[in-house]
């Protein structure tokens, strides 16, 4: 119960800081649901592994085997020589490696977004999570380790992780302890009361409900201000890439602008030559910009949440990139002009 209890507590905090609704406070109740999915999301992972710790260490015993067989020493030869033929050893080793998580997947496992992936391989938490998890686990990286905070949609972000959080919650199983003392008031508010009925396999769902309800997502009001801010963004991206073509020397075509951001920088003839940077194929066109706004603008009628916040973590990771470099250019072109 502890275990889950200092789960609980972190969401009880997320609420009061969301009520409150500030940005310094909101900005607090994102980095609190991060640490909290990634605690839960740590305790499932480290579940799963532990459930195949048999087949894994035999698997590792086997190897050795295999090794010692396999050996120039004599001496190893003969330590190995009793147990399966050669034939059954190899037929085990592969049956087991392809049952349990090799040592390198559990070292990659142990960062944010492959410990995602394995969960969601695993069939513990819903696929249409993952895309929305990694993006506001961005974001916090963002905020907690960049001191950059995206002011405009924070509250948008940290109801869209709550709710995100919630999910997770619900599919926690937590280890059964016994003799643990009494939950606190923030885990015991969950429980139904009676006496020797509790199921602490029940408690997340039951947590998970009642918080989701309690926080609430205005659905209509997110999508909007979601909406809103990604147009406005691309319309930044559009006028950035505008401003660039106007300031190209020696003129400039349409297109000439998002091309001369992805210009490697050992391609010194695309560089100083415009018929070399336009004869290059780059991934990105003025076609992506516009169905970048398409489907930012075809959001406004989406009524699954799932679908609403996947779309815009893949539409941020589609532009971002450019964006950024759109910003950094027009910047440097408003500096020049200025020491003139």
Known sequence: M???E?????????????????????????????????LIMHRMAEAELDSERFDFDQLERLRRLDELRKSDKSLNRRFGASGPSNDQLRAEIQRLEGIVTSPTQRKKIKEFGKRIDFLVERKKLPEYLAPVLKKLHDYRNETYHRDQHRVEVIRPAALIYFDAA??????YKPDMVVG???????????????????????????????????????????RTAL??????????????????????TGGAIPGDGIRTMQIK??????????QALRSRKYPLTMKD????????????????KHALFAELAALEDAFEG?????????WSIDEAANMH
């Open 6 to 38: 200092l789960v609980i507590v972190q969401f009880e905090e997320v609420k009061r800081l969301i009520d409150a609704g500030r940005v310094p406070q909101l900005r607090l109740a994102h980095i609190l649901l991060d640490s909290a999915v990634e």
């Open 289 to 304: 910009v516009l169905s970048w706004i398409q489907r930012a603008t075809a959001m406004e009628n989406m009524d699954d």
């Open 227 to 248: 909406v809103e801010h990604l147009l406005e963004r691309l319309d930044d991206l559009e006028s950035g890439l505008a401003y660039i073509e106007e300031n190209i």
């Open 166 to 171: 919630c999910t997770v919650l619900h599919h």
């Open 265 to 274: 920088d050992d391609d010194l003839e695309a560089i100083f030559d415009t």
């Open 322 to 330: 450019v964006e950024q470099k759109v910003r950094e250019a027009v």
């Open 2 to 4: 502890k275990r889950l």
């Open 180 to 222: 643990d003392g009494s939950p606190g008031p923030e885990l015991a508010r969950f429980q139904d009361g009676v006496p020797g009925r509790q199921n602490p396999f029940e408690l997340p769902r039951r947590a998970a409900k009642q918080l989701r309800e309690e926080v609430g997502l205005d659905l209509a009001a997110v």
